[in-house]
């Protein structure tokens, strides 16, 4: 038996947050049709689990969530957002999607688009997918010359082909020095491309995208682009921004005192990825393994894991971020503080964000 302890500072008291928004990333394959230059892969392409393998582990995942409900008496949504690589070279895809929805989660899905056919969004349709997202990266040159020639094209064809079957279909952008320049035209091509919203997320310098230091925005640039790109919200097309950071540039500050997660990074407190052989990880723009599926169950590894407990624990933090009054709604990211400091040779997950605009040497 589990000692269930799993919601303290993970899940915190249901008059808090009601309902808990719980997500898993599940990376179904890491093969993929196009080579980005920011790509969080390296060159290692670990084993698939079988789609009845990832069905069982949705299961699991939905008695994890039957059982905060039932004995921590926490609502719960949960998500499960389908990705790779290129989710659609995985054998099985739709039989997994069918089964993540009969399960009771919600699914979203994350592709490059090029590959999507009019039947794909059909199944899509049908199958209530409630997001899918498809990365773009600029204007066409731009896209191109960060994910290959053509992608650009085969991105707005899959995304047109989703649209007419009325799926509702966001844009993801990676925010760097290459594109932070066009946010705003690269909003427009959005939503002239018949997309129904847009993201914007920061580089996280690891895997392939190691190499690109170089193009990693200083805290005032990220900050500006953030300020930039949320000044282009409007009620008719969504522009927005998960990164803790860019959650900074509002105005509600957490209760003074408070010592629990509230918001901000989803590591080791509202999200968890799963990699192709079953690895789970905290996000995987960090890449640490946290356990395996198969050796312990999702829920096993969620209650039990140090690393996600330390990340939920604020006396982990030992720098500005630590003491930082906004720590219970963004922490940082996680995976660029990991990722900066690893490629200086001092690997550290709970060390500063180095995009923070408010953290100064």
């Known amino acids: ?15 808090a947050i009601q309902p808990f928004d719980f997500f898993i990333q599940w990376h179904l394959t890491e093969r993929c049709n196009l080579r980005c230059l920011h790509c969080y892969q390296g060159r290692r392409r670990p084993p698939e689990m079988t789609a009845g393998e990832v069905m069982s582990e949705i299961d699991g995942a939905a008695r994890m969530f039957q059982a905060w409900e039932s004995e ?19 054998s099985g895809f739709w039989d997994v999607v069918r089964h993540a929805r009969f399960s009771g989660c919600r ?21 209530e997918v409630f997001d899918i997202q498809v990365s773009l990266e600029g204007p066409q040159d731009l896209h191109d010359s960060i994910r290959g020639e053509g992608s650009f094209q085969a991105a707005l064809r899959g995304t047109d082909r989703l649209a007419r079957s009325q799926n509702r279909v966001s844009a993801n952008v990676t925010l760097s020095r290459l594109n932070a320049p066009f946010i705003g035209e690269t909003v427009r091509i959005a939503r002239d491309a018949g997309f129904s919203s847009i993201g914007f997320s920061r580089l996280v310098p690891c895997g392939s995208g190691g ?55 989803s ?42 407990w330390r990340l939920r624990d604020r006396e982990s933090y030992r720098g500005q971020c630590g003491r930082c009054p906004l ?8 995976a660029v503080a990991y990722a900066w400091s690893l490629a200086r040779g001092r690997a550290n997950l709970f060390a500063d964000d180095p995009q923070c605009w408010r953290i100064r040497g």
Not at 80 to 87: A, K, L, N
Not at 236 to 256: C, H, I, K, Q, Y
């Open 327 to 334: 720590w219970p709604s963004c922490r940082g990211c996680r």
């Open 72 to 90: 921590q008496e926490v609502r719960v949504s949960p998500s499960i957002h389908f990705t790779g690589g290129e989710p659609l070279l995985y």
């Open 267 to 308: 590591a080791g407190f509202s999200g968890v990825t799963i990699a192709s052989d079953g690895t789970v990880m905290p996000c995987r723009r960090i890449g640490i393994s946290v356990g395996s599926l198969k050796r312990k169950s999702l829920r096993e590894i969620w209650a039990t894991s140090k690393t996600l």
């Open 107 to 127: 699914v979203a899905v994350m592709t490059n688009g090029s590959l999507v056919t009019d039947e794909d969004a059909r199944h899509f349709k049908d199958l």
């Open 1 to 15: 038996m589990l000692q269930l302890k799993e919601v303290k500072k993970s899940i915190i008291a249901s008059s």
């Open 211 to 265: 190499t690109m230091l170089e193009s990693i925005l200083s805290p005032d640039e990220v900050r500006d682009a953030y300020g930039k790109a949320l000044s282009l919200n409007t009620q008719d097309f969504a522009v927005v921004s998960g990164d803790p950071l860019a959650g900074t540039l509002r105005d509600d500050a957490p209760p003074e005192g408070c010592g629990l997660t509230l918001s901000g990074c």
